[in-house]
Each structure stands twice: as structure tokens, then as C-alpha cells.
T-cell receptor, first 117, second 113 residues
């Protein structure tokens, strides 16, 4: 069974702390994504990666950075957490479409609910 | 650029009546289209997907969706709502040249007894 695992379901951090959110997939997927989910706004893309050590900004990258040193792991970093980063964070992975000839679905982790106080 | 519009933020139905959740996309390329469901405090689950095969797509739990290129729509339907269908539903599009799933803002389905 395919699996995307996020290291924590719930986190509480203080303003100004450096926060690491970890995501691991076991499907050998090339693409990995970090989204933020807020009520009424759907899922918004923070960063994505299409290969090891490659990263691209999404729609809302400000205040975040990412790291992908190994294919299976994609980390989201909040350099200095702020209260407006309180949210649900979702990691996803998908295979490169050229391998299949079409886009398959992205597979999601269970999410990390981060509260910054 | 690609975008997805879910036309209703909330849809309320009675149990046993039909469900219609509307989704329109804007794209210059042939898209792949998906519907996901998210129950409270749960992760995202794929309901169904369109990837350029049959335009009428059947998914899990009795849901189906029809891809209409001329209308740039991919509406989700179910003949008879069940209480367990109450959840948030997301329409998602991925373009041919992009790896990135783009989400609509979601539709909250409320099912009354």
C-alpha cells in the first residue's frame, strides 16, 4: 500500500522558533509537494520538488524553505515561526507523468496541524 | 496558467436526494482532473480521476463525474446522498506540461436526515 508519512500530527511551537516538518514517501516518486490548508482557501502550494536537491517556489513561499537531500524525504522549514503560520500542512508525492504517459493522482500524508503561540 | 473554480462553497442536501458539486477549470492544455474527499480530521482520499480516457468517470462510494471539454467542467454527482457523504470535497487539475496539482477552494457537503 502506498504511503506518505508526516512525522507529527500535531505541533505547538513558539513565535520565533525554527520549525521542521518532515515527510517521507515509500513509492519512489520523483515529485513531492508541501501545501498549506486553511478554511475557505483550499490547499495552497508552498514549495515543490521534482528531483533530489531540486526545489521550486509555489504560490505562497514567503517565510518557508525546503530541503530534499534524498528522494524519499522532503522537509519544510519555518525559519522563524509566526502566528500567521498556524495552519494544517499537507505533504504529497506523485510519479513523473512521462513514466506513465498521463498524470496520476498525488498521494497525501495525514497532515500536521501546527499551532504557533 | 491553470485554475480551478468550485462554484459553491457549501451544498446542503437531504439524505436520499441527488448530489451535484460543480467544478470548472481554465486551461489551454488537456488536463488531468481529480476529485478528492476529506472527512473531518482525516486525510485526503481520491474519489475519482479523469486522465483522457472515458469522459464519464466512476469513482468510489457511488460518485461519478463527467468531463465536458466544451464547458471546461468536471462536475461531481451522486444519485442518492448518504449521511456518511458529509465532508469537504476538492476538485483538482494537473496540466499536461506541469507536475503540480492545483486545488479548488473546496465545497462543504452537508447532508440532512
Amino acid at each position: 500500500d502506498v504511503k506518505v508519512t508526516q512525522s507529527s500530527r500535531y505541533l505547538v511551537k513558539r513565535t520565533g522558533e525554527k520549525v521542521f516538518l518532515e515527510c517521507v514517501q515509500d513509492m519512489d516518486h520523483e515529485n513531492m509537494f508541501w501545501y498549506r490548508q486553511d478554511p475557505g482557501l483550499g490547499l495552497r502550494l508552498i514549495y515543490f520538488s521534482y528531483d533530489v536537491k531540486m526545489k521550486e517556489k509555489g504560490d505562497i513561499p514567503e517565510g518557508y524553505s525546503v530541503s530534499r537531500e534524498k528522494k524519499e524525504r522532503f522537509s519544510l522549514i519555518l525559519e522563524s515561526a509566526s502566528t500567521n503560520q498556524t495552519s494544517m500542512y499537507l505533504c504529497a508525492s506523485s510519479p513523473r507523468p512521462e513514466k506513465l504517459g498521463f498524470h496520476t493522482e498525488a498521494f497525501f500524508g495525514q497532515g500536521t496541524r501546527l499551532t504557533v503561540v | 496558467a491553470q485554475s480551478v473554480t468550485q462554484l459553491d462553497s457549501h451544498v446542503s442536501v437531504s439524505e436520499g436526494t441527488p448530489v451535484l458539486l460543480r467544478c470548472n477549470y481554465s486551461s489551454s492544455y488537456s488536463p488531468s482532473l481529480f476529485w478528492y474527499v476529506q472527512h473531518p480530521n482525516k486525510g485526503l482520499q481520491l474519489l475519482l480521476k479523469y486522465t483522457s480516457a472515458a469522459t464519464l468517470v466512476k469513482g468510489i462510494n457511488g460518485f461519478e463525474a463527467e468531463f465536458k471539454k466544451s464547458e471546461t467542467s468536471f462536475h461531481l454527482t451522486k444519485p442518492s446522498a448518504h449521511m456518511s457523504d458529509a465532508a469537504e470535497y476538492f476538485c483538482v487539475v494537473t496540466l499536461g506540461g506541469s507536475y503540480i496539482p492545483t486545488f479548488g477552494r473546496g465545497t462543504s457537503l452537508i447532508v440532512h436526515p
